[in-house]
């Protein structure tokens, strides 16, 4: 076993203390990567609070995890020492079902083995990325492009992929109108991706003082989302929004603004079922949809398209001594736009 050093709630609501344990020793398509960074995801909070289900206590949170290779099993290809390397959602799947074997591991019928808060195939729980190592399939790693900012490419393997994900399934691109409700962690990399694809990007908001920030990273227009006139003034003209906001909200403003056939995508996970008038619905053949994380396949793809257009994202830099305070800030929404730790530098 290896003996691994990390920081855990130890039960539910708990504050986040340090905590040793260990982790498998690698079999022979494993690779053992020394985390560097790992982003604070607001799913990190929800899942130490128990907000969404029962947790797995003592829990490691830690699912956008960022590093170098520091051993690789015998029949590993992927990677040799040194190479960085990343791992987001998820370590494992069955392997077998039809959405495993499409590249959408995150969709597996069996279910996905999440990177914290699972049991692996042997039954043991999953440890997460707030730790100085981890042990993960080379098939679920992914390879970290060398141009990128490291810190900052970390909470592309959960924010990143979950917003590029739905870009790419419904085609954003240069003739597309797309819209961004919400410009926090998620939000604002919509917005980076749904630009660098070409697409018209409105981005809607509660915030007047988010507007500088939404027109810099990237927005043609932005919205306020509690201006009535303002949203109307956009009545059906999207072909794809993407919505982001965790918190309870209307939704039937933005399925108003959709064109035929569009599409309102929801990424966020309100406490509260969504109440929808389903009329609009039907007058334009308009469609709600939910996106998960991708795959492997699409998230090395999305890291490779980072690579190509310099995308990463807005972050804060976190000494692992203040993980309690940036659970604080981040449920106070008071953080541009991501929290990172500094693992490396652990207790410093």
Not at 128 to 155: F, H, Q, R, S, W
Not at 185 to 202: R, T
Request: with cysteine; proline share 4%; charged share 20%.
């Amino acid at each position: 076993m290896i003996a691994s050093k990390g920081f855990a709630a130890k039960q539910a609501k708990a504050p986040i203390e340090p905590f040793s344990f260990e982790r498998r020793d690698p079999l022979p398509n494993d690779v053992v990567i020394a985390i560097e960074f790992c982003g604070i995801c607001h799913s990190d909070v929800h899942q130490v609070n128990e907000d969404w289900f029962p947790g797995i206590f003592p829990m490691v949170p830690g699912h956008e995890i960022v590093g170098r290779v520091s051993r690789v099993g015998s029949a590993v290809k992927k990677f040799k020492v040194g190479d960085l390397a990343g791992v987001g959602v998820m370590v494992d799947s069955c392997r077998k079902c039809e959405s495993c074997k499409l590249g959408q591991e995150t969709y597996c019928d069996i279910g996905a083995i999440f990177t914290y808060n699972g049991r692996d195939k042997n039954g043991e729980p999953t440890y997460g990325g707030y730790a100085n190592n981890i042990v993960v399939d080379e098939a679920y790693t992914l390879k970290i492009p060398a141009n990128l900012d490291l810190a900052a490419t970390a909470p592309l393997l959960c924010a990143g992929i979950t917003t590029y994900s739905p870009l790419r399934h419904w085609k954003a691109g240069k003739h597309s109108k797309v819209g961004i409700v919400g410009l926090g962690g998620l939000g604002h990399m919509g917005l980076k991706f749904a630009h660098a694809m070409g697409a018209h990007v409105v981005q809607f908001t509660t915030s007047a003082k988010k507007k500088e920030d939404a027109l810099r990273l990237g927005a043609d227009e932005v919205v306020m989302s509690n201006d009535a006139k303002a949203i109307q003034a956009h009545a059906s003209s999207f072909d794809v929004i993407l919505d982001t906001v965790s918190a309870d909200h209307d939704i039937n403003a933005y399925v108003n603004l959709l064109k035929r056939d569009a599409v309102l995508v929801l990424l966020g996970a309100p406490d509260r079922p969504a109440s929808l008038s389903v009329f609009p619905l039907l007058m334009k053949r308009r469609s709600i949809a939910g996106s998960g994380a991708g795959g492997i396949r699409e998230t090395q793809e999305m890291l490779d398209f980072c690579s190509q257009h310099n995308v990463v994202s807005d972050i804060e830099i976190v000494p692992t001594t203040k993980i309690n305070e940036a659970y604080k800030r981040l449920l106070a929404n008071d953080v541009k736009y991501r929290f990172v730790l500094d693992i490396a530098r652990a207790g410093q």
